[in-house]
């Protein structure tokens, strides 16, 4: 295949390959194109383009963009997007070679993830059961905190899922993760419980909506918005007030803290890596290691806590 002349229909051919085989989601395709016209830009400047510029083009890229002072992780992402872009020109042909194949990248300051001990999880279990203006809210806040903590899906994952997963009284629940891909996420007899009293609450209002001349929902968290379902921002904004219910600080505790607890209490408890990074949907090993560093941390504390000779005084008999 020819290679385009223009370096927009190298973006646009390779975004628009990115969205049909790999199914990446809206944000990321429009991170990629974004930093794809970035270098795209710096190569007109200097005088090449996509076909014509080797490893020294690219590394020098990258130094200019260190030299702007841009985040080592903007620059690891930047890079990334310029590797696939270039896998994708020697896979298509356009090119001979794949001139970023050998490439570092500065890596990522990767932080460790906020996450719960477990008696702050039953206090926003217990909260999340008496946090709501009605009995169906109520319900429905205890079956989606239930549900985060039980699976550690994404929020994203949690207020899209299906009715249909509901039905049943399911031991498991089929969840669609990033890029399409499905995954069996196992459910706790708590979990379940609540599921089941949610989904009778539920099934009655919408069949008061579907008796006034309204379609019925297809989605599990049913919304009036435009996409049908409870937004991610309105159910972050609900676990706001669950914390403060709960007596936990409310910057402490997002829908993403659940899942990193959900990892990190499987961990501590015996789990194996391979198990959770199936569990959580994570496509690399190295994602799912931070949960060790996390639980590292947290013996740590807790010798340098209870330890007698972590103290300043030492043992006083020894």
Same mark, same amino acid.
């Given at each position: 295949?020819r290679?385009?002349?223009?370096?927009? @229909?190298?973006?646009? !051919?390779?975004?628009?390959?990115?969205?049909?085989?790999?199914?990446?989601? &809206?944000?990321? /395709?429009?991170?990629?194109?974004?930093? +794809?016209?970035?270098?795209?830009?710096?190569?007109?400047?200097?005088?090449?383009?996509?076909?014509?510029?080797?490893?020294d083009?690219?590394e020098?890229? *990258?130094i200019?963009?260190?030299?702007?002072?841009?985040?080592?992780s903007?620059?690891?992402?930047?890079?990334?997007?310029?590797?696939?872009?270039? $896998?994708?020109?020697?896979?298509?042909?356009? $090119?001979?070679d794949?001139?970023?194949?050998?490439? #570092?990248?500065?890596?990522?300051?990767?932080?460790?993830?906020?996450?719960?001990?477990?008696?702050?999880?039953?206090?926003?279990?217990s909260?999340?059961?008496?946090?709501?203006?009605?009995?169906?809210?109520?319900?429905?806040?205890?079956?989606?905190?239930e549900? *985060?903590?039980?699976?550690?899906? @994404?929020?994203?994952?949690?207020?899209s /899922?299906?009715v249909?997963?509901? $039905?049943?009284?399911?031991?498991?629940?089929?969840?669609?993760?990033?890029?399409?891909?499905?995954?069996?996420?196992?459910? #706790?007899?708590?979990?379940?419980?609540? +599921?089941?009293?949610? *989904?009778?609450?539920r099934? =009655?209002?919408?069949?008061?909506?579907?008796?006034?001349g309204?379609?019925?929902?297809?989605?599990?968290?049913?919304?009036?918005?435009?996409?049908?379902?409870? !937004?991610?921002?309105?159910?972050?904004?609900?676990?706001?007030?669950? =914390?403060?219910?709960?007596?936990?600080?409310?910057?402490?505790?997002?829908?993403?803290t659940?899942?990193?607890?959900?990892?990190? &209490?499987?961990?501590?408890?015996?789990a194996? *890596?391979?198990?959770?990074?199936?569990?959580l949907?994570?496509?690399?090993?190295? !994602?799912?290691?931070?949960?060790? &560093?996390?639980?590292?941390e947290?013996?740590?504390?807790?010798?340098?806590?209870?330890?007698?000779?972590?103290?300043?005084?030492g043992?006083?008999?020894?």
């Amino acid at each position: 295949m020819r290679a385009p002349a223009d370096p927009r @229909r190298w973006i646009s !051919t390779f975004l628009d390959a990115q969205a049909a085989e790999t199914g990446a989601a &809206h944000n990321t /395709l429009l991170a990629y194109g974004r930093d +794809l016209k970035d270098f795209a830009g710096w190569l007109h400047r200097t005088g090449a383009d996509f076909a014509t510029v080797e490893r020294d083009g690219i590394e020098a890229y *990258l130094i200019d963009c260190d030299a702007q002072g841009l985040a080592k992780s903007t620059r690891a992402r930047r890079l990334s997007a310029v590797r696939q872009i270039f $896998r994708f020109a020697f896979e298509e042909g356009w $090119r001979e070679d794949n001139p970023a194949i050998r490439i #570092s990248g500065p890596g990522r300051d990767r932080q460790l993830p906020k996450t719960l001990d477990l008696a702050q999880v039953n206090a926003l279990l217990s909260a999340a059961r008496q946090t709501g203006r009605t009995p169906r809210d109520r319900a429905r806040n205890a079956c989606m905190v239930e549900l *985060l903590y039980a699976t550690g899906m @994404r929020v994203s994952e949690l207020v899209s /899922l299906p009715v249909t997963a509901a $039905r049943g009284d399911p031991r498991m629940l089929l969840i669609r993760g990033k890029g399409g891909k499905e995954r069996m996420v196992p459910l #706790s007899p708590p979990a379940r419980a609540a +599921l089941a009293e949610w *989904l009778n609450l539920r099934d =009655a209002a919408d069949a008061e909506r579907v008796a006034k001349g309204a379609p019925a929902s297809r989605f599990l968290f049913a919304s009036r918005g435009r996409s049908g379902h409870l !937004t991610r921002h309105a159910f972050y904004l609900r676990i706001k007030d669950i =914390a403060v219910a709960a007596g936990i600080d409310p910057a402490s505790v997002t829908p993403h803290t659940l899942r990193h607890a959900f990892a990190t &209490h499987l961990l501590a408890g015996g789990a194996d *890596l391979r198990s959770i990074q199936t569990l959580l949907g994570h496509a690399d090993l190295s !994602t799912t290691e931070i949960y060790t &560093h996390v639980l590292d941390e947290r013996l740590s504390e807790l010798v340098l806590t209870h330890h007698p000779l972590a103290r300043d005084e030492g043992p006083k008999d020894r």
